[in-house]
């Protein structure tokens, strides 16, 4: 048998596992065709945030939080689908939470004076592939909830 070599403790590194949540973002946002830098509107140690433009006043936003302990870090995506106005919002608030009885794997929510459709997913073990997922189930959902919100209130879709 060989010798066996004895390492100083100054030389031994430790290695973390798991994915970088950062990275992993990125690259959902690189596969979308955006470009992750220019999309990104604010980064702290322990959280970030980007915003990428849909098209017709949307937005999507993506929040990372948690960043520092990879296994507790949480991924948010949501898109605003509506304004809730001060007139009639308790009928509005009230049709949306009905309607959001039919919503596949999302959420809605009020932030502000928004109803967003949104998801919030755990980074521990997820792949871009179940990041662009969430990003569909929000995508073909929030036509329809709008269009069933419109005609629930009795306005005219746009």
Same mark, same amino acid.
């Given at each position: 048998?060989?010798?066996?070599?004895?390492?100083?403790?100054?030389?031994?590194?430790?290695?973390?596992?798991? =994915?970088?949540?950062?990275?992993?973002?990125?690259?959902?946002?690189?596969?979308?065709?955006?470009?992750?830098?220019?999309?990104?509107?604010?980064?702290?140690?322990?959280? @970030?945030?980007?915003?990428?433009?849909?098209?017709?006043?949307?937005? #999507?936003?993506?929040?990372?939080?948690?960043?520092? =302990?990879? +296994?507790?870090?949480?991924?948010?995506?949501?898109?605003?689908? +509506?304004?809730?106005?001060?007139?009639?919002?308790?009928?509005?608030? +009230?049709?949306?939470?009905?309607? @959001?009885?039919? #919503?596949?794997?999302?959420?809605?929510?009020?932030?502000?004076?928004?109803?967003?459709?949104?998801?919030? #997913?755990?980074? +521990?073990?997820?792949?871009?592939?179940?990041?662009?997922?969430?990003?569909?189930?929000?995508? @073909?959902?929030?036509?329809?909830?709008?269009?069933? #919100? @419109?005609?629930?209130?009795?306005?005219?879709?746009?």
């Amino acid at each position: 048998m060989g010798k066996i070599k004895k390492f100083s403790a100054v030389n031994i590194r430790k290695i973390t596992g798991g =994915k970088d949540p950062i990275r992993l973002v990125e690259e959902f946002i690189l596969r979308r065709g955006f470009d992750p830098e220019e999309c990104r509107r604010e980064g702290e140690q322990d959280s @970030a945030r980007w915003m990428l433009s849909l098209g017709d006043n949307e937005e #999507l936003e993506i929040l990372a939080e948690g960043i520092k =302990k990879p +296994a507790e870090t949480t991924i948010y995506m949501g898109i605003n689908v +509506a304004t809730v106005p001060l007139r009639g919002a308790s009928d509005m608030l +009230a049709a949306a939470l009905e309607i @959001a009885d039919g #919503l596949v794997g999302i959420k809605v929510s009020l932030v502000g004076h928004y109803l967003v459709l949104s998801s919030t #997913l755990g980074v +521990a073990g997820i792949t871009v592939e179940e990041l662009d997922y969430h990003y569909k189930l929000i995508d @073909a959902q929030q036509q329809w909830f709008r269009e069933t #919100l @419109a005609e629930e209130l009795g306005w005219e879709s746009s």
